[in-house]
């Protein structure tokens, strides 16, 4: 089995930056992909950033330029540094690890999300 738990997520004014964090356990043989999808009220759960393990980066077009995702392969741990945060980047951000464990196989996890709220 594995967890993902995520941290980092509060309440920031617009233009303000908050940094999030992901980090991996349990009985982890390899991660490949690692990622970031947001969910705001009554949309669909949309990509934000994803990065794989030789560290290869892909955003979406709403974030390129302010968000910047990073991993530490030694620590099972993914980031999003969020810079010139919007009010319309306001939702729940959501870990995604594409992870094969000693036991199961390769197979998605999810963490359990953390809210981002940008409002003056």
């Known amino acids: 089995q594995v967890q993902l738990v995520e941290s980092g997520g509060g309440l920031v004014q617009p233009g303000g930056s908050l940094r999030l964090s992901c980090a991996a356990s349990g009985s982890i043989f390899s991660i490949y992909f690692m990622g970031w999808y947001r969910q705001a009220p009554a949309k669909q759960r949309e990509l934000v950033a994803t990065i794989t393990s030789g560290g290869s980066t892909n955003y979406a077009s709403s974030v390129k330029g302010r968000f910047t995702i990073s991993r530490d392969n030694a620590k099972n741990t993914v980031y999003l540094q969020m810079n010139s945060l919007k009010p319309e980047d306001t939702a729940v951000y959501y870990c995604?690890?594409?992870?094969?464990?000693?036991?199961?196989?390769?197979?998605?996890?999810w963490g359990q999300g953390t809210q981002v709220t940008v409002s003056s």
């Open positions: 995604n690890a594409d992870v094969r464990t000693v036991v199961e196989g390769r197979s998605p996890y």
